[in-house]
């Protein structure tokens, strides 16, 4: 089975109320999603906070999951979602450097808006996503090297 149709498979069991399913998805998101927070926000505590709203929105909204674009991007997209409100909550004027071009695309729970084309800016803002992600992992030697 491929990576795709496993995450599906763990997103319909989260849906349901599976328990086992709802702690390995927080163990296979958790630590990217905190990385990113971390980024973003630039502080430990706020990163905490939408890391935790963030993955409270993912497991709410799993049964609006389909598969069509990695988990990993769709939560990121769900991270950055909450990431922007709590900056706008902690009174923030500029937001422009959060700003996402693909809002148009998701629903705030993460879910595809009806009627979306895809195009090809579209998949390339999907890989760009789980870079981010993936790079939110490293450390910043390890990051450094690779924007080099």
Same mark, same amino acid.
């Given at each position: 089975?491929?990576?795709? /149709? =496993?995450?599906? !498979?763990?997103?319909?069991?989260?849906?349901? %109320?599976?328990?086992?399913?709802? +702690?390995?998805? #927080?163990?296979? *998101? /958790?630590?990217? *999603?905190? $990385?990113? #927070?971390?980024?973003?926000? /630039?502080?430990?505590?706020? $990163?905490?906070?939408?890391?935790? +709203?963030?993955?409270?929105?993912?497991?709410?909204? &799993? %049964?609006?999951?389909?598969?069509?674009?990695?988990?990993? #991007?769709? $939560?990121?997209?769900?991270?950055? @979602?909450? &990431?922007?409100?709590?900056?706008?909550?902690?009174?923030?004027?500029?937001?422009?450097?959060?700003? @996402?071009? !693909?809002?148009?695309?998701? =629903? #705030? &729970?993460?879910?595809?808006?009806?009627?979306?084309?895809? =195009?090809?800016?579209?998949?390339?803002? !999907?890989?760009?996503?789980?870079? +981010?992600?993936?790079?939110?992992? *490293?450390?910043?030697?390890?990051?450094?090297? *690779? =924007?080099?």
């Amino acid at each position: 089975m491929d990576a795709q /149709g =496993t995450e599906l !498979e763990l997103m319909r069991g989260v849906a349901v %109320g599976d328990r086992e399913a709802a +702690e390995e998805l #927080a163990r296979r *998101l /958790g630590p990217g *999603l905190y $990385a990113s #927070a971390r980024r973003l926000l /630039g502080n430990e505590q706020a $990163a905490e906070d939408v890391c935790q +709203e963030a993955l409270l929105g993912i497991l709410q909204s &799993a %049964g609006r999951y389909d598969g069509r674009v990695s988990l990993n #991007a769709w $939560a990121f997209a769900i991270l950055r @979602n909450k &990431a922007v409100d709590a900056l706008r909550r902690a009174g923030r004027e500029r937001v422009q450097a959060m700003e @996402n071009p !693909e809002a148009h695309l998701f =629903t #705030a &729970a993460g879910a595809w808006r009806d009627g979306v084309e895809f =195009t090809p800016w579209d998949r390339e803002a !999907e890989l760009r996503a789980v870079i +981010e992600l993936c790079m939110a992992g *490293l450390s910043d030697t390890q990051r450094e090297v *690779l =924007t080099l």
